[in-house]
């Protein structure tokens, strides 16, 4: 059964610490893994993504890893902001043309000051 | 990068009546919309998936009749709510995907629906 689960499923953190959010993924055929922030009441923006073949790439503070053999993922957040706090989804995607994804239920990640 | 419009952003409208939602591909054309659900604290469901100029696949449980999708083009969806009730109030979100090697996927900003 194509799954993606994600943990810890919420995180709270004092505002300029580093976290690092997993996610697991059982989906196969694999084409490419995106990581969203979504905040409250708005749709989800854009990360990172990543097919089959890297290992890692960054946007600013974010810092997305894969491991195709493990079928792991996770996401690094250096340097907390307060604006941070959002939801983190992690969606596979199961072929080329992009239209079978298969998303996670989300970390919640809560900077505090 | 691809932008996809969605409006409104939040509607209130009373029982019984009827809301449509726009979901436009501002640069680039999608080929490809789909329509999605969320409830508080909840992951997205996808409700259907529509593709220019064809209809709609609906995914199960989801009444076609009461939520009418229409992809005239390859810039635009609508997703139309019928005869709105208390329990079709949710977070609405749209995405597409374009052609031309764009395999980003972009989401709209959502719509919130409140129905009285």
């Known amino acids: 059964k194509n799954q993606v689960e994600q943990s810890p499923q919420s995180l709270i953190i004092l505002e300029g610490k580093n976290c690092t959010l997993q996610?697991?993924?059982?989906?196969?055929?694999?084409?490419?893994l995106r990581w969203y922030k979504q905040d409250t009441g708005r749709g989800p923006v854009s990360l990172t993504i990543?097919?089959?073949?890297?290992n890692t790439k960054s946007n600013g503070r974010y810092t997305a890893t894969l491991d195709a053999d493990t079928k792991q993922s996770s996401l690094h957040i250096t340097a907390s902001q307060l604006s941070d706090s959002a939801s983190y989804i992690c969606?596979?995607?199961?072929?080329?043309?992009?239209?079978?994804?298969?998303f996670g239920k989300g970390t919640t990640l809560s900077v505090s000051s | 990068g691809a932008v996809v419009s969605q409006h409104p952003s939040w509607v209130i409208c009373k029982s019984g009546t009827s809301v449509k939602i726009e979901c436009r591909s501002l640069?680039?054309?999608?080929?490809?919309m789909f329509w999605y659900r969320q409830f508080p604290k909840q992951s997205l469901m996808l409700m259907a998936t529509?593709?220019?100029?064809?209809?709609?696949?609906?995914e199960q449980g989801v009444e076609k009749d009461k939520f009418l999708i229409n992809h005239a083009s390859l810039t635009l969806s609508t997703l139309t709510v019928t005869s709105a009730h208390p329990e079709d109030s949710s977070f609405y979100i749209c995405?597409?995907?374009?052609?031309?090697?764009?395999?980003?996927?972009?989401f709209g900003s959502g719509t919130r629906l409140t129905v009285v």
């Open positions: 640069d680039f054309q999608a080929t490809t």
């Open positions: 990543m097919t089959f073949s890297e």
């Open positions: 969606v596979v995607t199961l072929d080329q043309a992009g239209t079978a994804l298969i």
């Open positions: 529509s593709n220019e100029g064809s209809k709609a696949t609906y």
């Open positions: 996610c697991n993924y059982t989906v196969s055929p694999f084409s490419n």
């Open positions: 995405s597409a995907y374009g052609q031309g090697g764009n395999y980003g996927y972009t």
